[in-house]
């Protein structure tokens, strides 16, 4: 396999699922050392706005996060969403890989509403993906208005 199974990514995939454990995102990319191996980039505790500036424009990276909204004044929702990062400037031959490559990473981060498919930074706006989630997860308590 690519990696995408290290105890590393394991960990942190069950901690961003956790309701008891304060950590929202982790990232996955090359491993620095090891050839065609996914290793833990990082980790954090903030949102998707913390994530953001990890991606890098010529890596291939995998963000996993979890994502709070209101769904009323009441309520709130937990949705998760993976980002499959491919950076504008990434080689040719990185980018053949991806495909196999993204499926075993789905197989170990596999509880997602959403997938996210993107290359630049402006396809990461939360408002775009709190709706796709809401689009996602059903019941729209706000009429489509994010």
Known sequence: ????????????????????DDTKWLLVADHPTA????ALAAKG?????EVIPNLEDDKVQY???RVEYANDAESKRIK???????GQNVKPLRRGRVLSESADVKKILSHYSIQVDA?????????????R??????????????
């Open 80 to 86: 998760f969403a993976l980002i499959v990062w491919i």
């Open 35 to 38: 050839r065609n191996k996914l």
């Open 133 to 146: 989630l809401r689009k996602a997860g059903g019941a729209d308590y706000n009429g489509g208005r994010g």
């Open 45 to 49: 505790t903030g949102g998707l706005e």
């Open 1 to 20: 396999m690519s990696g995408a199974d290290s105890p590393e990514i394991l960990e942190a995939y069950d901690a961003v699922r956790s309701d008891k």
């Open 119 to 131: 290359s630049s930074k402006g396809d990461l706006e939360e408002k775009d993906i709190v709706a």
């Open 63 to 65: 963000a996993y996060v």
